[in-house]
């Protein structure tokens, strides 16, 4: 997987992730997330992002990925992607919808906690929900 990242003309952070074959799951910490740049070991910078498109080589979403993003306003997510583990959208203040992709059968503790969103779809299969799931 080739990474690459730049400011665009619109002084939006963009970030790459180029696959030529295989398949890649998205994951972060549970004190960064993967968008997120570490210049040296005293130093954390936090990367915003406000949109993101996830494209057909990604298969699952892994827990902390999108946590504390409080600038991300859209998301992609293709069909049959994964989203599993905690706190996946945690704090994404700017978000306002998200539609959760057929096949997802869970969603994990704090998915979408002390998050904006208004609008959610999940589709018929998902039968369970994590703690916290949602609140203000």
């Given at each position: 997987?080739?990474y690459?990242?730049h400011?665009n003309?619109?002084?939006?952070?963009?970030?790459t992730?180029?696959a030529?074959?295989g398949?890649?799951?998205?994951?972060g910490?549970?004190?960064?997330?993967?968008?997120?740049?570490t210049s040296?070991?005293?130093?954390?910078k936090?990367?915003y992002?406000?949109?993101?498109?996830l494209?057909?080589?990604?298969?699952g979403?892994g827990?902390?990925?999108?946590?504390?993003?409080i600038?991300?306003?859209?998301i992609t997510?293709p069909?049959?992607l994964?989203?599993s583990g905690?706190?996946?959208f945690e704090?994404c203040q700017?978000?306002?919808a998200?539609?959760?992709?057929?096949g997802?059968?869970?969603l994990?503790n704090?998915f979408?906690?002390y998050s904006e969103?208004k609008?959610l779809?999940?589709?018929?299969?998902?039968?369970?929900v994590g703690?916290y799931?949602?609140?203000e």
């Amino acid at each position: 997987t080739d990474y690459s990242h730049h400011y665009n003309s619109n002084g939006d952070y963009v970030i790459t992730l180029t696959a030529t074959s295989g398949t890649y799951e998205l994951a972060g910490t549970s004190t960064e997330t993967i968008i997120g740049a570490t210049s040296n070991a005293n130093s954390y910078k936090q990367v915003y992002l406000r949109k993101v498109e996830l494209g057909a080589n990604i298969t699952g979403i892994g827990q902390y990925t999108f946590k504390n993003q409080i600038q991300l306003e859209t998301i992609t997510i293709p069909a049959g992607l994964k989203l599993s583990g905690a706190s996946i959208f945690e704090t994404c203040q700017l978000l306002k919808a998200l539609i959760v992709p057929t096949g997802q059968t869970a969603l994990g503790n704090n998915f979408i906690n002390y998050s904006e969103i208004k609008v959610l779809s999940l589709p018929s299969g998902v039968t369970s929900v994590g703690t916290y799931f949602c609140r203000e």
